[in-house]
Antibody, heavy 119, light 105 residues
Framework: EVQLVESGGGLVQPGRSMKLSCAAS????????MAWVCQAPKKGLEWVAT????????YYRDSVKGRFTISRDNAKSTLYLQMDSLRSEDTATYYC????????????WGQGVMVTVSS | IQLTQSPSLLSASVGDRVTLSCKGS??????LAWYQQKLGEAPKLLIY???SLQTGIPSRFSGSGSGTDYTLTISSLQPEDVATYFC????????FGAGTKLELK
């Protein structure tokens, strides 16, 4: 069974940093591109970043370029999102998602972790 | 590409045939998926590539459309279908619609 379990969220002050983790199991992690998708309170979903199966390529939405870094450790089957210079508008639930094999849509999602940016 | 979902809120009765709409600001070329999100849960993939049913999803869910206009249909609404439904395009970049909240009448 595919499982994605996020951790590392919480309350953080504006301008500070936070690192999210996503532990994957139930599939061969290093065969799949992975992504982070966020959902602000009572809002829709927004793609944040994607990383290729081997970590060689990364992609970001414009609003997080230069502030967020997506990475992965295939030996640990873990995905990360380093978030720096956090802003109040980054407040959201962050979901780890698996991109379907050789396909650009997401087929499995984690339960999500809440990040609140506030002083 | 912007996605507009309608209606934003839909009330229907058990057994009803329900149709949800998703319109793109440009041609999506059938690269469209639908997700179901129940309260407090992660999104679940229902349909991909416009009309392909994800493994394990009940056959009462179906997708159709072309160009800029796409539809998710539930042939006979069940109580467990109460959720918010999002469309997602991956033809040009990737964007989600704002969602349609489906509730029981």
């Amino acid at each position: 069974e595919v499982q994605l379990v996020e951790s590392g969220g919480g309350l953080v002050q504006p301008g500070r940093s936070m690192k999210l983790s996503c532990a994957a199991s139930g599939f061969t992690f290093n065969n799949y591109d992975m992504a982070w998708v966020c959902q602000a309170p009572k809002k829709g979903l927004e793609w944040v970043a994607t990383i290729s199966y081997d970590g060689s390529s990364t992609y970001y939405r414009d609003s997080v370029k230069g502030r967020f870094t997506i990475s992965r450790d295939n030996a640990k089957s873990t995905l990360y999102l380093q978030m720096d210079s956090l802003r109040s508008e980054d407040t959201a639930t962050y979901y780890c998602a698996r991109r379907a094999y050789y396909a650009p849509y997401f087929d499995y999602w984690g339960q999500g972790v809440m990040v609140t940016v506030s002083s | 590409i912007q996605l507009t979902q309608s209606p934003s809120l839909l009330s229907a009765s058990v057994g009803d045939r329900v149709t949800l709409s998703c319109k793109g600001s440009q041609n999506i070329n059938n690269y469209l998926a639908w997700y179901q999100q129940k309260l407090g849960e992660a999104p679940k993939l229902l349909i991909y590539n416009t009309n392909s049913l994800q493994t394990g999803i009940p056959s009462r869910f179906s997708g159709s459309g072309s160009g800029t206009d796409y539809t998710l249909t539930i042939s006979s609404l069940q109580p467990e279908d109460v959720a918010t439904y999002f469309c997602y395009q991956y033809n040009n970049g990737n964007t989600f619609g704002a969602g349609t909240k489906l509730e029981l009448k």
